[in-house]
């Protein structure tokens, strides 16, 4: 499950489509699991690790995905980490103002 829900934060993020509830539900469910899952003794190094094995795991099902993936995981993933864990963000706020910012309108 964490798998799909993070490579559909990333789907996300990187959508070029105009953001509407779907969308920001999406994102504010996904990063509510993930800050979960942060919070469970993970390093940032252990998750941006954990999230780059999943760009190359879909990448072998889609075309060019782990290229992309791993841009967005190097520049964003760092960023939702320091919202939710150091700025104790919630997950509206990352959705709308934060790294993901304009997953929600």
């Not at 489509?17 to 003794?41: H, K, M």
């Not at 999943?54 to 993933?77: D, K, Y």
Request: glycine share 4%; aromatic share 6%.
């Amino acid at each position: 499950v964490f798998v799909f829900l993070a490579c559909l934060v990333l789907a996300i993020s990187a959508a070029p489509e105009p953001r509407n509830a779907l969308t920001c539900q999406i994102c504010v469910d996904i990063v509510t699991d993930f800050d979960t899952w942060l919070t469970s003794d993970k390093t940032e190094a252990d998750i941006v690790t954990f999230v780059e094995e999943l760009c190359h795991a879909v990448g072998q099902i889609i075309t060019g995905f782990e290229a992309t993936c791993n841009f967005i995981v190097e520049s964003q993933l760092p960023g939702i980490i320091d919202d939710l864990v150091n700025n104790n963000l919630d997950p509206l706020e990352v959705c709308t103002n934060g790294a993901l910012m304009g997953s929600c309108p």
